[in-house]
């Protein structure tokens, strides 16, 4: 079973489109994150969701909205798409620090390669 | 500011051991990590430390200097799979994590 799935793999659309891309984890974990990866392989956290809650949401243009239906689920929405949107979008979630040897590791999905024509 | 840097890019033969820097800078810490990705792939964890000192894991072993502000990632008996970007992220007092732009680490036969 996939721990972090997240749909559709690839996206190719033009500019000014709306899409959405669906993040599922089977890991009972508590928080979960939207990333963005650019060509130079940065990541950058977009947003971050505890039990439902949004607990970080970076500088991040208001075209880009997510949704947390229950706390398995993390869904971004990106309304009138631009070229600079292209990029690889993780999603990923971590358990909250409660035990001892917890570590907080994040696991992520497969990644959402995003194309902006 | 808070922030990593770490090489851009390394390379190393096969069978040989190569050591991966990284040096942080984050408002108070709760630990590092190193993640591998390989290309087109997700990152995945390598290790953790939060304790000064060496955690081995079979091939590959992770250090950490808290006064320093320092990690490296070594990786010995280097093998073509381990071709892959390294990245470092450094976790603040909010347990946010800072991540580095990943080292590309390039093995040679």
């Known amino acids: 079973d996939t721990a972090v799935s997240q749909t559709p793999k690839y996206l190719v659309t033009q500019m000014g489109n709306d899409k959405s891309i669906k993040c599922e984890q089977n890991?009972?974990?508590?928080?979960m994150y939207w990333y963005k990866q650019d060509s130079k392989k940065f990541l950058k956290i977009m947003f971050s969701?505890?039990?439902?809650?949004?607990?970080i949401n970076e500088t991040v243009p208001n075209r880009f909205s997510p949704k947390s239906p229950d706390k398995a689920h993390l869904n971004l929405h990106i309304n009138s798409l631009e070229l600079g949107d292209s990029a690889v979008y993780f999603c990923?979630?971590?358990?909250?620090?409660?035990?001892?040897?917890?570590?907080?590791?994040?696991?992520f999905g497969e990644g959402s390669r995003l194309t902006v024509l | 500011g808070q922030n990593i840097d770490q090489p851009t890019e390394m390379t190393a033969t096969e069978g040989a051991i190569v050591q991966i820097n990284c040096t942080y800078q984050?408002?108070?810490?709760?630990?590092l990590f190193w993640y591998q990705q390989h290309a087109g792939e997700a990152p995945t964890f390598l290790s953790y430390?939060?304790l000064d000192g060496l955690e081995e894991k079979g091939r590959f072993s992770s250090f950490l200097s808290r006064s320093k502000g320092y990690s490296y990632l070594l990786l010995k008996e280097l093998q073509m799979k381990d071709s892959a970007s390294y990245l470092c992220?450094?976790?603040?007092?909010?347990?946010?994590?800072?991540w580095g732009a990943g080292t590309k680490l390039i093995i040679k036969p």
């Open positions: 990923a979630s971590s358990q909250d620090l409660v035990e001892p040897l917890d570590t907080g590791e994040l696991f």
């Open positions: 890991l009972g974990h508590d928080t």
């Open positions: 969701y505890n039990n439902k809650e949004l607990i």
């Open positions: 984050t408002s108070g810490f709760n630990g």
């Open positions: 430390n939060v």
């Open positions: 992220a450094a976790m603040d007092s909010n347990y946010q994590l800072i």
